[in-house]
Nanobody, 120 residues
Framework: VQLQASGGGLVQAGGSLRLSCAASGRTFNSLSMGWFRQAPGKEREFVAAITRNGYSTSYADSVNGRFTISRDNAKNAVYLQMNSLKSEDTAVYYC??????????????WGQGTEVTVSS
């Protein structure tokens, strides 16, 4: 599975962005998907995850209620809708495919990352 993340950019605090992750390969709908992020000087952290059928989702406490993860298996895509953005959301965001969890080690496939910058 190859993953391509897009949709990052510069946005003012309080604004919104929608990240997309396009997947290639026939196994997309058999994999859970996750979003992680890494801010400058910090370790990569979990943001959100969704099961292969989309029935279950989970979020980091820091984004719960502001971000929404979704997927469209017909389009081999996963999305991250980010609302009420804060300066601390500034990071490179990565999509990943693998086993449903909040731990990066359970994801086998990673995209290249898309940068999100939130100005205050």
């Amino acid at each position: 599975v190859q993953l391509q993340a897009s949709g990052g950019g510069l946005v003012q605090a309080g604004g919104s962005l929608r990240l997309s992750c396009a997947a290639s390969g026939r196994t997309f709908n058999s994999l859970s998907m996750g979003w992680f992020r890494q801010a400058p000087g910090k370790e990569r952290e979990f943001v959100a995850a969704i099961t292969r059928n989309g029935y279950s989702t989970s979020y980091a406490d820091s984004v719960n209620g502001r971000f929404t993860i979704s997927r469209d298996n017909a389009k081999n895509a996963v999305y991250l809708q980010m609302n009420s953005l804060k300066s601390e959301d500034t990071a490179v965001y990565y999509c990943a495919a693998g086993r449903y969890s909040d731990r990066s080690g359970t994801y086998d496939y990673w995209g290249q990352g898309t940068e999100v910058t939130v100005s205050s």
